[in-house]
């Protein structure tokens, strides 16, 4: 009976126990319902295919394809990371066949917009960074631990498919670009 009760203890408390309570989106998922502010820097209101002030949706980006980068600033994986996610952008934007058609965007947990944009400075980060002070995006993406890669697909009915998931393990550019290509019917 003791085993019982504490057995049952133990699940009720499992979310207060610095476990994640969610799960994060999986393949053949929707991206999660966020909404993010529109950058105020021009050119990355334009690298996302965005006009106005306010918020927006994943969706709403012009691109076919998506690959967020959900990073911390005190990681020293993101950060050994960064150059490598540079090269990934570079390869794209080089790339007329991909440029404009895959986009790169990185959530920052539990960093305030200042974090951010050191990071950004620091490891001259050329996509989008977005802060999440309050780990709310965090909670959404199942509070996944960093750095996490998520690709979707971004269709034209205002719809999302994830086509891939990856807990670190970044491979280098060439490589994760082949793998973004064939999930996300690219290639």
């Known amino acids: 009976m003791k085993k019982i009760i504490f057995l049952i203890l133990l699940v009720l408390t499992f979310p207060?126990?610095?476990?994640?309570?969610?799960?994060?989106?999986?393949?053949?998922?929707?991206?999660?319902?966020?909404?993010?502010?529109?950058?105020k820097h021009p050119s990355e209101k334009a690298?996302?295919?965005?006009?106005?002030?306010?918020?927006?949706?994943?969706?709403q980006m012009k691109a076919k394809?998506?690959?967020?980068?959900?990073?911390?600033?005190?990681?020293p994986h993101c950060q050994k990371d960064a150059p490598g996610v540079?090269?990934?952008?570079?390869?794209?934007?080089?790339?007329?066949d991909l440029k404009g058609k895959i986009k790169l965007i990185g959530i920052g947990v539990g960093n305030t917009p200042f974090e951010v944009e050191m990071f950004k400075k620091t490891y001259q980060i050329p996509f989008p960074l977005f802060p999440d002070r309050d780990y709310l995006l965090h909670k959404a993406f199942g509070e996944v631990r960093t750095?996490?890669?998520?690709?979707?697909?971004?269709?034209?009915?205002?719809?999302?498919?994830?086509?891939h998931t990856q807990l670190g393990?970044?491979?280098g550019a060439e490589a994760f670009l082949e793998l973004v290509q064939k999930v996300s019917g690219l290639k």
């Open 147 to 163: 750095p996490y890669f998520m690709v979707g697909k971004i269709k034209e009915d205002g719809t999302s498919e994830i086509v």
């Open 65 to 75: 394809v998506l690959i967020i980068e959900i990073f911390s600033m005190y990681c």
């Open 169 to 171: 393990g970044y491979p």
């Open 16 to 39: 207060f126990l610095g476990f994640p309570s969610n799960k994060p989106p999986e393949k053949g998922e929707s991206f999660p319902s966020i909404q993010l502010p529109i950058p």
């Open 86 to 96: 540079n090269e990934l952008y570079d390869r794209i934007e080089k790339n007329p």
């Open 47 to 59: 690298y996302l295919g965005l006009s106005g002030e306010g918020l927006f949706k994943i969706p």
